[in-house]
């Protein structure tokens, strides 16, 4: 009898405990992301023009030089819409015209004078997107609200990070399409500013430095 009872008791208890039952929270967390993509350039994107003599300099205007090509290829995980532009390091050196959208700055000499400008340069016929070269080249100047094409035909020059401006790349379509690897010869045309508004009394560094950047449309 005892010892039925101690039974009893004993579960009894065991069901009684189930109403002071404690708790932990579970939480299931992540972020879903886009396919990231990759730019680079097969040279390692340094442009090295040397010694250049003040001979090779013109007194009255601008004076061009122009790189090697080197391949820029954008690869993403999978494909996805992108647009590319750069951005300049040396912000509000470049020569001519201040608020140009394309060209580049090389920065200035010890008398504060702008030294010239680059540009971001790659041929319309060596664009290929996934294998396929007939890519339409395309631009907005207000943030990918409207997409046209590039009116030049024979060359792309990338935008040099002014607000809204874009290049975007399209495969049979109008807006820029997604896309998993693009590839281009990239070259820079460089600009030295005419002696008259440059002085060269010692060696004088040509610093030119940006970023290409790729946006998610």
């Known amino acids: 009898m005892r010892i039925k009872q101690w039974i009893a008791l004993g579960m009894a208890l065991g069901c009684s405990s189930a109403v002071f039952a404690s708790s932990t929270d579970v939480i299931v967390t992540g972020v879903i992301k886009p396919a990231a993509c990759t730019p680079s350039l097969g040279g390692g994107g340094r442009f090295d023009f040397g010694n250049i003599s003040v001979n090779q300099l013109q007194q009255g205007r601008e004076t061009s030089f122009t790189s090697p090509v080197q391949q820029l290829a954008v690869n993403c995980d999978a494909p996805v819409r992108f647009a590319l532009r750069g951005v300049d390091g040396r912000a509000g050196t470049a020569i001519g015209d201040a608020g140009s959208p394309l060209a580049f700055g090389l920065g200035t000499n010890d008398r504060n ?4 400008a680059y540009f971001l340069q790659a041929p319309a016929n ?11 080249r395309l631009r907005t100047v207000d943030g990918g609200a409207s997409w046209g094409v590039d009116g030049n035909v024979l060359i792309t020059t990338l935008y040099n990070g002014t607000e809204g401006h ?3 790349f399209a495969v049979g379509a ?5 896309i998993k690897q693009l590839t281009a010869d990239l070259f820079v045309n460089m600009r030295i500013a005419a002696l008259n508004d440059l002085t060269v009394t010692d060696d004088t560094l040509i610093d030119g430095a940006s970023t290409i950047e ?3 449309l």
């Open 166 to 168: 874009f290049h975007g």
């Open 113 to 116: 004078q702008r030294i010239g």
């Open 174 to 178: 109008q807006v820029p399409t997604a």
């Open 214 to 216: 790729v946006s998610y």
């Open 126 to 136: 060596s664009f290929v997107a996934d294998g396929n070269s007939s890519v339409r």
